[in-house]
């Protein structure tokens, strides 16, 4: 079993507490001037997303967790499962419904998105900052209206519901950020 | 490859004036600069600083040598031999001491004064701090190590019961498991995480009479209720710690007595035995001046003297670029 010792903390350390996978967010050595030294740690929960603070004793050693981060291609939900695709080997992964909780409504087939593997099983999925989706559903545009700031509410086509200008039209495709669900513009035409 | 320093040449012409000021102000007070090895035949027995280790080299004849963790064993040496006054700017190694506020590999100021008391040490570390930072206006603080702990835990740390000490801790610092640590563990986490973050940002803090159980090298002096505290004291600046002072111990038997002990204590905290230095011991029979002394970690200095408050950016090349 591998273990890293305090000495190797650094942010992005993958480790195994209480039975759950953690990422090391901040990591802060402390030592009185003579004595015992410490780490005091901000960790996040790689299940629950939760970032904790906890501290632990120089020489103290944990778990190392087999979680790796590999791009993958969204195929398909089968009511059950998400599932994804490596798009070199083709080894397919099948997510759970806790794994993509957060990102249920960026997902488009065919996309890119990083998924978070624990012991081999999916455990989180992170969308690209950027997508380009069409729009499914919203009120017909105004034209010539430009009023900056002014928005009405769209669906697109991965089911999420955002805010865009009057000028957008029901069947375009626009850009959004999927950190902050905002519209960015109007896609490029491809 | 990325080859360029992390300072820029602000920082650096601070760190030449910096150390021009200070053999300025040990020149006029006829202190004498002096050198001495880096790499020993024996290592710092303390169990909570590890040296680094040259093993094996044809050079050293097969056996290992150490880098040193402060220049204190040697000086003494010197003090022994009737170097009289004298002090030090070198490079000093502490292996795994590494963040915003450490670098492996760091400059030190020691100094050592026959015939001082810890007290006139104290003063003499803020006379040079004060010309080395003319922006600190505002009086020194001064605390015994008690004090701060009776303040805000209401908790007297020489004679507090372990339980006490645990319950303490478990409540001032959650984040932290307490089930392996000794009394001095949780006293140094209260210290460093609920005490020192309290410090006044824009001024010297001195802390001193610390448990006799982390004297290392300094003078126990008995107080009048019959308990003990080590002759020794921490400056800050702001939540930085600078520097650490002592009353020197100066009787042999007791030098040796804790050397063996931190070794033990090497022991119990599995790891590895550190060969004690002989030359200082018998330096220390032959007979040791009163003195006091101190280390002043200068690139902590030169982070509050430049504003800057990452270590790594006041050290040409850091530890992971060096």
Not at chain 2, 122 to 142: F, Y
Not at chain 2, 170 to 195: F, K, M, Y
Not at chain 2, 254 to 270: A, F, G, T, V
Request: proline share 4%; charged share 25%; net charge negative.
């Amino acid at each position: 079993m591998a273990t890293y010792n305090t000495s190797e903390f650094k942010s992005g350390l993958k480790f195994i507490m209480d039975g759950d996978p953690y990422t090391i967010v901040e990591n802060e050595f402390v030592k009185p001037g003579k004595g015992q030294a410490f780490s005091r740690v901000k960790i996040r929960n790689l299940k629950t997303g939760r970032v904790i603070d906890k501290t632990f004793k120089s020489g103290d050693k944990v778990e190392a967790a087999d979680v790796m981060e590999i791009d993958m291609e969204y195929l398909y939900e089968d009511g059950e499962f998400w599932h994804f695709m490596e798009p070199t080997s083709f080894e397919q992964h099948a997510a759970g419904e806790a794994a993509i909780e957060d990102v249920k409504h960026w997902l488009k087939a065919q996309e890119i998105y990083i998924v978070t593997l624990w012991n081999n099983a999916p455990l989180s999925v992170t969308p690209p900052n950027f997508v380009d989706l069409k729009i499914t559903e919203c009120d017909p545009g105004v034209q010539g209206n430009t009023a900056q700031g002014a928005t009405k509410p769209a669906t697109v086509e991965t089911g999420a519901e955002i805010k865009v200008p009057l000028f957008v039209e029901e069947g375009e495709v626009v850009k959004i950020d999927t950190r902050t669900g905002e519209y960015l513009s109007r896609a490029k035409e491809s | 490859m990325n080859w360029q320093p992390t300072t820029n040449q602000e920082t650096r012409q601070l760190r030449a004036q910096m150390n021009h000021d200070i053999r300025t102000f040990f020149h006029q007070r006829h202190v004498l600069e002096v050198e001495t090895p880096a790499l020993s035949q024996a290592g710092n027995t303390d169990p909570f600083i590890q040296s680094f280790q040259l093993l094996n080299s044809i050079a050293t004849n097969n056996t290992s040598r150490f880098l040193h963790t402060s220049p204190e064993y040697p000086m003494k040496r010197l003090l022994a031999a009737g170097s009289g006054d004298i002090y030090q700017i070198c490079k000093v190694w502490r292996e795994g001491e590494a963040g915003r506020n450490h670098n492996p590999e760091f400059t030190l100021l020691e100094w050592y004064r026959v015939d001082y008391s810890v007290q006139k040490l104290m003063q003499e570390v803020s006379d040079l701090l004060h010309a080395l930072l003319p922006s600190l206006e505002k009086k020194d603080k001064k605390f015994t190590y008690e004090q701060l702990f009776l303040e805000k835990f209401d908790l007297n740390p020489h004679i507090a019961k372990h339980a006490d000490i645990v319950k303490c801790t478990n409540t001032s610092i959650p984040s932290l498991e307490t089930v392996d640590l000794d009394r001095q563990a949780l006293l140094d986490a209260l210290l460093t995480h609920c005490i020192e973050p309290d410090f006044e940002s824009d001024c010297l803090t001195f802390v001193y009479d610390y448990p006799a159980s982390q004297s290392a090298l300094a003078k126990i002096r008995e107080r009048k209720d019959k308990s003990s505290v080590a002759m020794r004291f921490e400056v800050y600046l702001g939540q930085s710690e600078l520097g650490n002072g002592y009353q020197e111990e100066t009787c042999y038997q007791r030098n040796k007595d804790i050397l063996q002990s931190e070794n033990i204590q090497r022991q119990k905290l599995n790891l590895e035995n550190v060969k004690q230095d002989e030359n200082f011991l018998a330096a220390a029979k032959s007979g040791i001046p009163e003195s006091a002394g101190v280390a002043i970690g200068l690139d902590r200095v030169l982070m509050a003297l430049s504003g800057i408050n990452t270590i790594q950016k006041v050290i040409n090349f850091p530890w992971d670029v060096a």
